[in-house]
């Protein structure tokens, strides 16, 4: 039975409430977070880690008057709990529910849909900036951002312009995590930050005597706060923050909330810009998750055994594109040793764990650094080797001019491995990779191309690893086919031809190749025989096959899961022009000019008729257009 959650309907009740209370309604969203678990897959470690960071930050600032930005809002959920959707949680990450990151559409506490690393910093110095400009000068901006995003050249960006700032700060949420375990020289100095043996000494001390003095004004806690902060300089040479202009107050356990409170009460007070090392651990207050955060990040829907395991529900079982993708990199890379991949932390995420520990010489981890993970590879191609880069299509975007300036301008032979292509099902918006294929096909020296199965993916990789330009391979978050078929060699721009019909033509490009002939073979059972074409490739297509297609066809439908503005379907339609061919009877399907929200992954793909029923619906439409006449110009 829940005392708090139920009745919370604004963070701000949480104002009023002591140290005992706010540690119950910690105990409380915990609950709630292993319940939900019971009966899908949501991302766990990271709220866990941030419950009393929530509730302190929420209960010393009024966040509808103050601003606050969640870093990566993945772990959100206790916001959520305690700003009025406790009612609505079970929701979550389902179809017309609550999003699993920050949403202003559901709250007035949520400012940024925030989905992507890094970006905490900016806008929220640029909230502080614009309400000062604006006569707002009462209220506080803080950006909470996890040491993992930390090394993001934007958070960089966003620190070099902050040191004037007033009423702003910088909650450095260090649990020495990002997905996978953190990486490169800040995390190292981190570590240096929050073990300092003599440094921890007298935090200790300096924490004890806080406590038995007033919270705010008196002088000798200024005087202990001066002492900390001399010691803090001398015994690191000058702190990198400081530096910069900004305040360092630090590190404090941020799993104790009465420390933390009494700290944010502090910062409040400080002039300028102040950065608040918080320390957490993922997965705190659940043994599992903070004994394996990486596994619990966003873990399978399970059931508690007891206090110390829990058991997977069953899944729908299959592999999944991004393990082929996982075994076509590793045996590229035992049969060529110059073959190295590039992950931007995201090893667990792409299932790269095998590969580090076989070739950790090759395997490159460079950290929530897209821009320099592409321009790291460009080097890297240039030397002699042949780099992958395996990131998924939302975050690559990050690294658009890296892709453009680096690679395609200098023509590298780089491989970009694209997870996550298409619809990413419950993470929404923020994470769904339908704009690759219209940024990537714009460049010249890139080839683009889309999987219909597993064994096409092996095969594209092993055909762009002795290809001299730049390739991209994109596939989505979802389980892999295996289709029966004489499979084709891949050759530079060579299409599939699966099956002709003299009814009409579809044009698969990607992953929904089964489908589209799972949807031709009800369609020849109800009288209407439809050809399969598996692309393979938007850019360059095949003009022989698709020309052919285009001028014999009834109609041709093109399949694509990507935004349709600038996409295969796009390009088909500039080669036919070029050919001087009649279009009006080719339809597109793909993802329309809008957002997609989150949902269920097959809700989705019947939404934009990129399910077996929407592509025959589709067919049938175009053959009796075609039938009446209706589609000539």
């Keep these: 039975m829940l005392d708090y959650l139920p009745q919370l309907e604004s963070a ?87 999003m699993g990151y920050p949403n202003p559409a559901e709250s007035d506490y949520d400012l940024f849909m925030t989905g992507h690393a890094g970006c905490s910093v900016s806008t929220a110095l640029g909230l ?49 995590m990002s997905i996978c375990p953190r990486v490169g020289g800040v995390a190292t100095y981190m570590d240096r930050l929050r073990s300092n043996p003599f440094y921890t000494g007298l935090k200790t001390q300096v924490v004890d005597l806080l406590n038995k003095v007033p919270l705010l004004g008196d002088p000798v806690e200024r005087f202990l706060a001066q002492v900390k902060e001399a010691a803090k ?14 305040k360092y107050i630090g590190p404090i356990d941020g799993h104790n909330i009465a420390i933390m409170k009494k700290y944010l009460k502090m910062v409040r007070e400080v002039q300028g810009p102040v950065l608040l090392h918080v320390i957490t651990k993922k997965g705190a207050g659940f043994k599992p998750a903070a004994n394996d955060p990486v596994y619990f990040h966003t873990p399978p829907a399970f059931e508690c055994v007891d206090d110390e395991n829990v058991k997977p529900l069953p899944s729908s079982g299959g592999t999944a594109y991004t393990n082929h993708a996982r075994d076509a990199i590793q045996y590229q890379m035992e049969k060529n040793d110059k073959v190295v991949v590039l992950t931007a932390a995201m090893c667990q995420g792409n299932k790269l764990e095998p590969v580090r520990e076989k070739f950790p010489e090759r395997f490159f981890d460079t950290g929530i650094c897209e821009s320099h993970t592409v ?58 990779g339908t704009f690759d294929i219209g940024y990537m096909r714009i460049f010249p020296n890139m080839v683009v191309m889309a999987p219909g199965d597993a064994n096409d993916l092996g095969a594209m990789l092993d055909f762009s690893l002795s290809h001299e330009t730049a390739c991209s391979i994109r596939y989505p978050k979802d389980t892999a086919p295996l289709i029966n078929r004489d499979l084709q060699p891949v050759e530079l721009g060579k299409a599939e031809v699966i099956s002709m019909g003299p009814d009409g033509t579809i044009v698969s490009f990607g992953a929904h190749l ?36 285009i001028k014999d066809s009834p109609f041709v439908v093109t399949v694509e899961e990507g935004m349709l503005m600038g996409g295969f379907g796009s390009a088909l339609l500039e080669m036919a022009n070029e050919q001087c061919l009649n279009t009006s009877h080719i339809r597109r399907l793909g993802i329309p000019d809008v957002f997609v929200e989150h949902g269920d992954r097959g809700d989705l793909l019947d939404d934009v008729k990129l399910s077996q029923p929407g592509i025959v619906a589709t067919c049938k439409e175009m053959a009796e257009a075609s039938r009446v006449g209706e589609l000539q110009c």
């Design 12 to 98: 701000k009740q949480l104002h009023g409430m002591n140290t005992v209370e706010l540690t119950k309604v910690a105990a409380e969203i915990r609950e709630v977070l292993c319940n939900l678990l019971n009966s899908r897959t949501a991302h766990f470690a990271s709220n866990l880690g941030v419950v009393e960071l929530c509730l302190a930050l929420h209960s010393e600032f009024d966040f509808l008057n103050d601003r606050l930005i969640w870093d990566t809002g993945h772990q959100i959920y206790p916001q959520k709990l305690i700003t009025g959707r406790y009612k609505e949680f079970d929701s979550i990450r389902t179809r017309g529910g609550l």
């Design 128 to 176: 502080r900036s614009g309400d000062n400009l604006m006569g707002k000068t009462d209220n506080h901006s803080v950006a909470v951002i996890g040491d993992g995003a930390f090394p993001s050249g934007i958070v960089f960006e966003a620190m070099n312009n902050a040191k004037d700032m007033s009423k702003f700060m910088i909650v450095l949420n260090d649990n020495e």
């Design 233 to 246: 300089a001398g015994l690191n040479g000058g702190m990198l923050f400081e530096e910069m202009g900004i």
């Design 375 to 432: 321009a790291f590879a460009a080097g890297q191609c240039k030397a002699g080797l042949r780099p992958i880069v395996d990131i998924y299509s939302t975050f690559l975007q990050r690294s658009y001019d890296q892709i453009f300036q680096e690679v395609c301008l200098q023509d590298l032979p780089v491989t970009f491995m694209l997870d996550r292509a298409g619809l990413t099902a419950a993470d929404g918006p923020t994470h769904h």
């Design 514 to 549: 089964e489908t589209c002939m799972k949807a031709a073979e009800q369609l020849k059972a109800e009288g209407l025989n439809v050809g399969v074409i598996n692309a393979r490739f938007c850019k360059p297509l095949d003009v022989e096959v698709l020309s052919s297609a």
